[in-house]
């Protein structure tokens, strides 16, 4: 069983800074990366950020490139998201994520953390 707990939303304006974290506990072995999802209203599920376990492979969804950062603390398995630069798109739910290594699917979640941009 593994738990994942995201904390760090909130409510900033547009072009403001927020960090998320996602702290993974439990049986976190065999996973090969951590990832960031998110879900705005009335629309699906998308892919925004994830990072090999390892730490060394970082990938992201093109519309938040150069203005988020996934980051790891191996020592706490715990991921950041470091959103700046935020729009008003980005508002959504965010939810932390891990990968099985054997499956290839992100299968484990969190409960997500709301993250809404004013204009």
């Known amino acids: 069983q593994v738990q994942l707990l995201e904390s760090g939303g909130g409510l900033v304006q547009a072009g403001g800074s927020l960090r998320l974290s996602c702290s993974a506990s439990?049986?976190?072995?065999?996973?090969?990366?951590m990832g960031w999802f998110r879900q705005a209203p009335g629309l699906a599920l998308e892919f925004v950020a994830s990072?090999?376990?390892?730490?060394?492979?970082?990938n992201y969804r093109d519309s938040v490139k150069g203005r988020f950062t996934i980051s790891k603390d191996k020592a706490k398995n715990t991921v950041y998201l470091q959103m700046n630069s935020l729009k008003a798109e980005d508002t959504a739910v965010y939810y932390c994520?891990?990968?099985?290594?054997?499956?290839?699917?992100?299968?484990?979640w969190g409960q997500g953390t709301q993250v809404t941009v004013s204009s």
């Open positions: 990072i090999t376990f390892g730490g060394l492979n970082t």
């Open positions: 439990g049986r976190t072995f065999s996973r090969s990366a």
């Open positions: 994520a891990l990968k099985s290594l054997n499956t290839q699917l992100w299968d484990s």
